[in-house]
C-alpha cells in the first residue's frame, strides 16, 4: 500500500467521522463506529480498492490500525 493510498484512507475515515485525524491505536467502537459501520466502510473500501474482506474479518477489527493492517495486506 503506498503511503497516498493510506493518507487516502485516514481522511476518508476521519471525514466520516467528522474528525481532524485518527490515529491507528483509535478503537473503532470509541471512534463512534458499530459493526454496520465497519462493514460498510469495508464494503466501500472493497469497492474503491478492488479488494474483499472475509466476513469473519470485519468483526475482528478493534482498531483503526488493525483495519489499515488488513487493508495493505491486500493490497501487496
Known amino acids: 500500500m503506498s503511503a497516498k493510498q493510506m493518507d487516502e484512507i ?3 475515515l476521519a471525514e466520516r467521522l467528522n474528525l481532524k485525524e485518527v490515529g ?3 478503537s473503532l ?3 463512534g ?3 454496520l459501520d465497519v462493514v460498510e466502510y469495508c ?3 472493497e469497492d474503491t480498492y478492488g479488494i474483499s474482506f472475509a466476513a469473519e474479518e470485519l468483526s475482528s477489527f478493534e ?3 488493525e483495519l489499515c493492517a488488513a487493508i495493505e ?3 501487496s
Request: glycine share 10%; net charge neutral.
Open 10 to 12: 485516514r481522511r476518508g
Open 24 to 26: 491507528d491505536d483509535a
Open 29 to 31: 467502537k470509541e471512534l
Open 33 to 35: 463506529l458499530d459493526s
Open 43 to 45: 464494503l466501500e473500501l
Open 63 to 65: 482498531t483503526f490500525g
Open 73 to 75: 495486506k491486500k493490497l
